[in-house]
């Protein structure tokens, strides 16, 4: 799917993930950012720290070119805050990056 840039027309923010900290979760400060939200639930393959694991996505967030996120950041849309599951570049027929699909929890 393409996604230009004109059709990101909501704002999202983003906390990234920093690790465990002594007592709890570590992350950085909110950061705003670009994005086209579908909610949608499906099932995708998470990896992280632990074996890989399936697990049913809430939607995905589409996110302008360039844009990186890691499992276990968090971003918030609405009010309600996501888990980061996965996070995919997609690129055009030319092989330019296009646009960046972030499947959340």
């Not at 002594?22 to 579908?38: G, L």
């Not at 949608?40 to 049913?56: Q, Y």
């Not at 890691?70 to 330019?96: I, M, R």
Request: charged residues 25%.
């Amino acid at each position: 799917m393409l996604t230009p840039d004109f059709a990101l027309r909501q704002t999202a923010q983003i906390r990234r993930w920093l690790g465990r900290g002594v007592n709890a979760e570590m992350y950085s400060d909110w950061e705003t950012c670009r994005c086209r939200v579908n909610f949608a639930r499906k099932r995708v393959l998470r990896s992280g720290s632990s074996p890989v694991e399936e697990t049913v996505a809430s939607g995905t967030i589409f996110f302008p070119a360039g844009t990186r996120l890691k499992p276990n950041d968090v971003v918030s849309f609405d009010g309600v805050e996501y888990t980061v599951l996965s996070c995919l570049p997609c690129y055009d027929l030319s092989g330019k990056e296009n646009h960046v699909e972030v499947d959340v929890q």
